[in-house]
């Protein structure tokens, strides 16, 4: 053990008021000593004084709320746009086929609120296959790629929590089925518990702080620190489709989805879902003042919820499901950026290590949180866009555990077995009451494909999982 903390450290800590971080150094291995110093170094302690002192202030909302309306969109029935949805794909596909698209996965979470100790792209989501889901993904993706005949990057962002556990899962599977050299999972930041009544930083032992991910925010600065932007530049790569883990019928390299955003001459577009009614908990994507942004459900006073438009729907009908497509040099922008994602902080309950060297665990909370969101780029973004897409065709987020009332496994397989019951449908298939279906995209990725795979007046009636090993028979 070293006999005295650094002097550097000493000072900084001092003129920070944070002293007390080091009250047990002399109780520290070398080792334990080692973790708290490279921890310390991380943190910008000048940034932690302005948010304590109050610099991540919210916005008047109900003020924002009374100027917003609806934002610049395309509908999912096409109309809202200057240009024909057909053109929208072409882009989209010759976009694709340039090798122009990287993926982005957020995938930082456990799946502690599914009963599920383990990271979250690890949970078990086919209804029929199993397959978990970040084979989803790895599926997807791979259908992509050999559909445009590219090699697509994926950039998989874990968080401290999850990323030994990720790293291993990705590399004993031998990733999934894709070129190792095309996948890069890379950790998120972390900022520091802040005691809610004093402003002192929070220890979780005697040798580390309380640290928890910084949001999904992070995205952007994990990326540059990385070198995923690099990578992406190096690659030809200039725009990237943005998914979280917990959604396993978003539609991954979605060419509609991209074709729209390059028609729009958009740096950041989100694909949203229409409000099934005013104070649906899901995020308002909204207009204000020329600008493009988000009002969080919580935020967004009732009256401006239950607001009507002219065709008598929601004036702000506009949910986001945290699906994106930004363009790289607007990324490395606001990766540059101090103010270009603000902090928001949030009331928690952190165990913490007391002046004593007990383990304290509150019952309420107790702190503060500092987190950023990516969808507060949205303001940032030139011409940013928004693209509506049916629910049941993309939105079935895995987030409660079975027996809640929404976003449950159980909701979630169903809903995969219903669109691609559609899709076999539509083929000229008939699957019986009470069968369950899945297509591996790999086997056929959309209604379209999939005629051409099965055979019209074919009959199933037993689960069957379509897998291209199998020929879907």
Request: charged share 20%; glycine share 8%.
């Amino acid at each position: 053990m070293s006999a005295l903390p650094p002097d550097y450290l000493l000072q900084r800590l001092h003129a920070a008021g944070q002293s007390h971080l080091l009250r047990f150094w002399d109780e520290l291995s070398a080792a334990g000593q080692s973790q708290l110093i490279a921890q310390l170094e991380q943190i910008d302690f000048e940034l932690i004084a302005g948010l304590i002192g109050g610099a991540d202030d919210k916005p008047d909302f109900a003020d924002l709320a009374a100027r917003a309306a609806a934002p610049p969109a395309v509908c999912s029935d096409g109309t809202g746009a200057a240009w024909a949805p057909a053109d929208a794909r072409q882009a989209g596909e010759q976009a694709l086929a340039a090798g122009r698209v990287g993926v982005v996965i957020v995938a930082g979470g456990q799946g502690t609120r599914l009963g599920f100790d383990q990271p979250k792209g690890m949970f078990p989501i086919g209804p029929v296959s199993g397959r978990t889901l970040f084979e989803f993904f790895a599926d997807a993706l791979q259908a992509a790629s050999a559909r445009y005949g590219v090699r697509i990057p994926l950039y998989l962002m874990t968080s401290p929590l999850t990323h030994a556990d990720t790293l291993r899962y990705w590399s004993e599977r031998r990733y999934l089925g894709l070129p190792p050299e095309d996948v890069r999972i890379f950790c998120q930041g972390t900022m520091p518990a802040v005691d809610a009544s004093s402003g002192k930083l929070l220890l979780a032992a005697k040798d580390s702080l309380a640290l928890s991910p910084d949001g999904h925010g992070g995205t952007v600065a994990a990326l540059a620190k990385s070198g995923c932007f690099d990578d992406a530049q190096a690659r030809g790569v200039d725009l990237l489709s943005y998914i979280q883990v917990d959604n396993p019928l978003v539609a991954l390299c979605d060419a509609n989805l991209i074709g729209h955003h390059l028609m729009s001459g958009s740096e950041m577009t989100t694909q949203v879902v229409r409000k099934r009614y005013a104070e649906e908990k899901v995020g308002n994507v909204v207009l204000v003042d020329g600008k493009v942004r988000i009002i969080e459900y919580s935020d967004l006073p009732a009256a401006a919820a239950a607001a009507r438009g002219v065709d008598g729907g929601l004036k702000l009908w506009a949910g986001n499901i945290a699906v994106h497509v930004m363009d790289v040099p607007f990324l490395r922008r606001a990766a540059a950026a101090v103010d270009a994602l603000p902090f928001h902080r949030a009331s928690k309950v952190v165990p913490y290590v007391d002046e004593a060297g007990q383990e304290i665990r509150p019952e309420q909370p107790n702190a503060i949180k500092f987190e950023r969101f990516i969808f507060d780029l949205l303001p940032w973004a030139e011409n940013a866009f928004v693209v509506e897409v049916e629910p049941e065709e993309a939105f079935a987020p895995v987030k409660n555990a079975d027996g809640a009332a929404h976003d449950t496994p159980a909701q979630a397989r169903a809903a995969i077995s219903r669109l691609h019951r559609h899709w076999l449908a539509a083929a000229g298939v008939a699957v019986a009451d009470g069968v369950q279906v899945e297509v591996n995209p790999r086997f056929a990725s959309s209604a379209e494909e999939l005629a051409g795979k099965v055979s019209v007046g074919q009959r199933v009636t037993a689960d069957r999982y379509f897998a291209p090993e199998a020929g879907g028979e």
